[in-house]
């Protein structure tokens, strides 16, 4: 089993920065890819980025390019997510994702809050 671990969240004004932080442990070998996704209050949980741990191809939402980067560090096991020249929109429980050969399993979410 996978386990998820995230930092990095809090409160920050407008057009600063922020750096979320996923930790996995466990079978991390079956691991294929992991994702960042956000939930705003009243809205659906939407994808924000994601990468694939063997050739580290990545995905990102059109309203997050240009601005956030996702990366990973294999020595950690951990998955980062660099979040530029935020705005207000992009507040919302960030969760961390990870799927594997058999299963699909979420951190426990991080909350990031953008001041006008």
């Known amino acids: 089993q996978v386990q998820l671990v995230e930092s990095g969240g809090g409160l920050v004004q407008a057009g600063g920065s922020l750096r979320l932080s996923c930790a996995a442990s466990?079978?991390?070998?079956?691991?294929?890819?992991m994702g960042w996704y956000r939930q705003a209050p009243g809205k659906q949980r939407e994808l924000v980025a994601s990468i694939t741990t063997g050739g580290g191809s990545t995905n990102y939402a059109d309203s997050v390019k240009g601005r956030f980067t996702i990366s990973r560090d294999n020595a950690k096991n951990t998955v980062y997510l660099q979040m530029n020249s935020l705005k207000p929109e992009d507040t919302a429980v960030y969760y961390c994702k990870a799927i594997t050969y058999s299963y699909n399993i979420w951190g426990q979410g991080t909350q990031v809050t953008v001041s006008s």
């Open positions: 466990g079978s991390i070998s079956s691991i294929r890819q």
